[in-house]
């Protein structure tokens, strides 16, 4: 599974995709869009991402559009196959640092963040 990333022109994306084994290549996962008024999270690259508890993949991060830092992370949900939560404070900003180039490690029920970029 990945979300995002870039293309092949430098595009940047915001799907989530899935490798199909029979066909030998990553295909569009189907997901339930706008879940509860939930979207998935801006075009992105560069992000931390891990999936916890088998149900959730986590996204934090990256670079977005025009080259803007990015700081919120979003939760998409297997069994709903929807995004159901972009998290930020009720001041805008987020729990976690604007990181690029950074990874998420599941542990338990939660994850670790390490390295990154802030510039």
């Not at 991402?49 to 080259?67: E, F, N, Q, S, T």
């Amino acid at each position: 599974m990945t979300f995002g990333g870039y293309g092949v022109n430098k595009q940047v994306f915001a799907k989530l995709r899935i490798f199909d084994i029979d066909e030998n290549a990553q295909v569009d996962y189907k997901e339930n869009n706008n879940f509860r008024g939930w979207k998935s999270p801006e075009l992105r690259a560069h992000h931390g991402a891990c999936v916890v508890d088998k149900w959730w993949l986590v996204v934090h991060g990256g670079v977005g559009k025009d080259k803007k830092l990015l700081n919120d992370w979003g939760l998409f949900d297997f069994k709903l196959k929807a995004w159901v939560g972009i998290i930020v404070k009720k001041d805008g900003s987020s729990f976690l640092p604007t990181l690029r180039m950074h990874t998420l490690t599941a542990a338990a029920s939660g994850f670790y963040m390490f390295g990154g970029l802030d510039k």
